[in-house]
């Protein structure tokens, strides 16, 4: 079995950081992509950033600037640094994993989510 644990997250004030951590543990061959998907209230989940094992990174526009995604592959780890946190930014954030449980068998991983609100 595989696990996603994520951390952090909470309230910010506008213009507040936040930093969300998740690690992945359990039965992994090896991780593909990792990321952070969000869903504020009454909208859809959406991608908010991406790193694949080789570094390439995918941010959704609205976050482009500031938040930074950060991934370490020997830890199978993925944190999101969030800057300059705005009220839209209010949502739950999901971590997830792209990985191989063994060879040739890729499957999707999602965490329990946490909350961000971002609120004076």
């Known amino acids: 079995q595989v696990q996603l644990v994520e951390s952090g997250g909470g309230l910010a004030q506008p213009g507040g950081s936040l930093r969300l951590s998740c690690a992945a543990s359990?039965?992994?061959?090896?991780?593909?992509?990792m990321g952070w998907y969000r869903q504020g209230p009454g909208k859809q989940r959406e991608l908010v950033a991406q790193i694949t094992s080789g570094g390439n990174i995918n941010y959704a526009d609205s976050v482009k600037g500031r938040f930074a995604i950060s991934r370490d592959n020997a830890k199978n780890t993925v944190d999101l640094q969030m800057n300059s946190l705005k009220p839209e930014d209010t949502a739950v954030y999901y971590c997830?994993?792209?990985?191989?449980?063994?060879?040739?068998?890729?499957?999707?991983?999602w965490g329990q989510g946490t909350q961000v609100t971002v609120s004076s």
């Open positions: 997830y994993a792209d990985l191989y449980v063994k060879y040739g068998v890729r499957r999707d991983y």
């Open positions: 359990g039965s992994i061959f090896s991780i593909y992509a």
